[in-house]
């Protein structure tokens, strides 16, 4: 009996002289779960898009249970038992929870719609998912994190004995993440197999049986979870060059007595409860706790998206309170939010004019924009933050994850701010662009301005944080200096204590 549930062998792929991807292979065993992980632009999604038919492969051989297989469209994966989770919804918002889950799949009785069956089916589903939702209901109308669930119960409806799972937990909370984890060791009890794709290196650790790594198209390293340390699994995703990006380096001589920013008593209903803090010219500062334990909220409050009932912010020795996101960005205080694509980006729009919105007072001659210097910020920016893309006319969704959050910290960046706030920063970016990013972090701070990192990363928090704050049911009870957390156990200790 063939052991693996798919094999690719030499799949090589060219998008004109570039060559995408070299020579690759890849097992699948059956009944397991197989980290595929990289940076951007390392295959993995050329490589995922060619096994399931929305692109060809210009030579190789894709197995299927041991026997050659044509994958011309994506029907033809689907024939023969392979499903993509997008990772980002390939919903449709206007039809409901059932319609979506059985779209071009329809339950039917001598040609008639089975609509009681497929939403007993859908009950069924969202049941073993945890979700408790009415199948009736439009997807427009629900959290982006059930969604995602959504799309994995569409997987399930067809039986899927193949399932390839795209960053699956980059819009989840704590509780869906350990829901899917569970449903994972479900499938593969069934005998389904699972490919999963995700820049969070703790998930793979915990729940992936074999580990492969592309870097540049090549496959540069295969090996069993567990022969994996996070140490060398880094090294092998961006070379041992980059690794130093996540080992904290002490910060001290940078840090100035001076304070920039002091907050007290925050308060915001439930949500915040005398939230008092301070942040020095220099300092990185880490929040650290669970979903809204008002890490988030903190940052929200201080940057007028939500008005707080009580509390007084002072920044460079005078009390102010933002009414309005316009107000903190004149005063110098921006936000990198936790959802870039929602919030923190236009995506139909190009690089150049998502580039441009927060920098308008300085581009604007009269009522029109100057395009040479929107030109040049926009040139700049990239040039800078090595932002990886075709032009500055490309569209922001052509851009991978990690290019377009460099995007929205550029953006912000160049309205010069003295206090950077970033909510999940690293969310669903592969660790190259991470190390880029913590990088870029450390010389903002270096400047004598201020930061508040907010990541449910420890050890992203451990490595770029001067000091962190332990926040619970919206309140701060703790404070540890980077000298005290010596490993990750420490810090998830007082989160969770």
Partial sequence: MEENAISLKEI????GTVKVL?????????????????????????LMKILTGV?????????????????????????????LIFQELSLIPTLSIVENIFLNRELSRFRVLSKAKMRTRSLELLAELGISADPSMLIKDLDVGVCQMIEIA??????ARVIIMDEPTASLTEKETETLFGLVGQLKKKGVSIIYISHRMNEVFKICDEISVLRNGKVVAHRKTADYTLETLIGDIIGNKERKAFVHTSREDQISDETLLEVRNLSMGLRLQDVSFRLRR????GFAGLMASGRTETLEALFGVQPSDSGTVILEGTP?????????????????????????????????ENLCLPNLNGLMRGFKLNRRLAGELASDSVDEFKVKTPSVQTVMEDLSGGN???????????????????????????????????QL????????NGVIFVSSELTELMAVCDRVLIFQKGRIVGEMLASQIQDEEVLQHAIQH
């Fill in 22 to 46: 070299d020579n690759v292979d890849f097992d699948l065993k059956k009944g397991s779960v197989h980290a595929l992980v990289g940076g951007n632009g390392a295959g993995k999604s050329t």
């Fill in 404 to 438: 377009q959050q460099k995007v929205v910290i550029a953006k912000w960046l160049k309205t010069k701010p003295k206090v950077l706030m970033m909510d999940e920063p690293t969310a669903g970016i592969d660790i190259g662009a991470k190390a880029e990013i913590m």
């Fill in 154 to 159: 569409k997987a399930m409806a067809v039986n």
């Fill in 12 to 15: 090589s792929k060219s998008f």
């Fill in 55 to 83: 692109y060809s492969h210009d030579q190789g051989t894709i197995l299927v249970d041991g026997k050659p297989a044509e994958m011309k469209t994506y029907s033809d994966a689907v024939n023969k038992g392979i499903s």
């Fill in 441 to 448: 972090v450390r010389d903002f701070a270096s400047k004598k």
């Fill in 282 to 285: 220099g300092e990185i500062l």
């Fill in 320 to 352: 102010r309170r933002f009414r309005s996101v316009q107000e903190a960005i004149r005063a110098g205080v921006v936000l990198i939010p936790e959802d870039r694509r929602r919030e923190g980006l236009v995506l139909e729009h190009s690089v150049l």
